[in-house]
């Protein structure tokens, strides 16, 4: 028998999400005295110096084989998010932490997912859809499912300064110096898998994103963000096709994964900065409705994505908020958003309270309590 003295973590991007706010509480409480805290990454990761990282993903070199085997000879408890860490031994812990609630069907990735022993979920309500979702092949029970609430979604709680620390002035290179009145960030989901191996919506928007179709819809956006002096953050999703518009906008820009990577900045700590949001079927609803902001989703193609994809739940039920179809509903929004509106507030309230048992930033310890106590660490 070899001993299990090593706890896995895997996350996408790396070292983020829910497995990097475990990392940290366990690293306080002093876990890492009794176990060795290892990160499962890509094999072209820049491993920063004071983290322990072995490459699990990507074309492997033998040794690099051999070594992600023997990591998981010894491994005690898997924490993983994204890209599966499937346990190799029965004595072996693995808790999926996931993001975001059920909302779209993905069964191919649910089965792709492996046996799990706990997985994580936001409520008891939420807790019956996605054991509908996952019975059979991820987990065994119902309470295998727990509703402790997220832990990535504790940093949307947290208070930090996007403009003080320079993220801001660096994403607006043109206009460094600029205080917006309004940040809205545009979180959309993906419809066409970057490496064309998943099409999500028979809809091609020609800018990745949706009611955007020329770029004369993109000139007349900025010249009405630029008279309310409000600045549009999109940050595209990592599988969609990179095929956004090159044009340069005073008030319409680009949020990169490489500048969020460079100055510390994870995408809660984005959602906290902005003063609305636009998304559509993306898990980003169930994060950001916590905030209780003004929340707009774009369904000018729902009849074909629930053609082509479809929902675990009943979306325009569950999903509460403000609802484009057109690009006027867009200009409506921003200037509700302006005029400190927030139509939905009441029907987006109550989504959030049935979406969330929790309401708090304490989802950290509640699953490092459970862990501890679960796995006796």
């Known amino acids: 028998m070899f001993p299990k003295n090593i706890i896995l973590f895997e996350s996408f991007p790396e070292l983020d999400g829910s497995p990097w706010m475990i990392y940290q509480e366990m690293n306080r409480r002093g876990v890492n005295k009794k176990y060795r805290m290892v990160w499962a990454v890509d094999k072209d990761f820049k491993v920063p110096a004071d983290i322990a990282c072995i490459p699990f993903f990507g074309e492997l070199s033998l040794l690099q084989r051999l070594h992600r085997f023997w990591c998981m000879l010894h491994v005690k408890l898997i924490v993983d998010s994204n890209r599966p860490v499937c346990k190799k031994y029965p004595n072996t812990f693995r808790l999926f932490t996931r993001h975001g609630g059920p909302l779209k069907k993905c069964s191919d990735y649910m089965h792709s997912l492996g046996k799990m022993d706990c997985m994580l979920t936001l409520s008891p309500a939420l807790q019956d859809v996605d054991y509908i979702d996952c019975k059979g092949y991820c987990v065994k029970r119902k309470e295998d499912i727990v509703p402790l609430g997220f832990p990535a979604n504790d940093r949307l709680f947290e208070k930090k300064d996007l403009f003080a620390n320079g993220f801001i002035p660096a994403l607006c290179a043109s206009r460094p110096k600029e205080r917006f009145s309004k940040i809205i960030g545009w979180l959309p989901t993906f419809r066409q898998h970057r490496e064309g191996n998943r099409i999500d919506s028979d809809v091609v928007f020609p800018f990745g994103i949706p009611l955007i179709r020329t770029e004369d819809d993109l000139r007349q956006l900025n010249l009405f963000l630029s008279q309310k002096n409000i600045l549009l953050a999109i940050q595209m999703h990592h599988a969609q096709a990179a095929n956004f518009s090159k044009l340069t906008f005073s008030n319409i820009v680009l949020i990169s994964q490489e500048l969020k990577y460079k100055m510390g900045v994870s995408t809660a700590n984005l959602m906290q900065s902005f003063d609305a949001l636009i998304t559509d079927y993306s898990a980003a609803y169930h994060e950001y409705v916590l905030l209780d902001r003004p929340i707009a989703l774009t369904v000018d193609d729902f009849e074909e994505y629930s053609s082509t994809t479809g929902f675990l739940i009943d979306y325009f039920e569950w999903i509460k908020g403000v609802y484009l179809k057109k690009m006027p ?49």
């Open 329 to 377: 509903d867009l200009f409506k929004f921003i200037e509700d958003v302006f005029c400190n509106v927030d139509s939905a507030k009441e029907s987006r309230c109550q989504a959030m309270h049935r979406i969330h048992k929790y309401v708090d930033n304490q989802s950290t310890k509640r699953v490092v309590d459970f862990l501890v106590e679960k796995v006796k660490l």
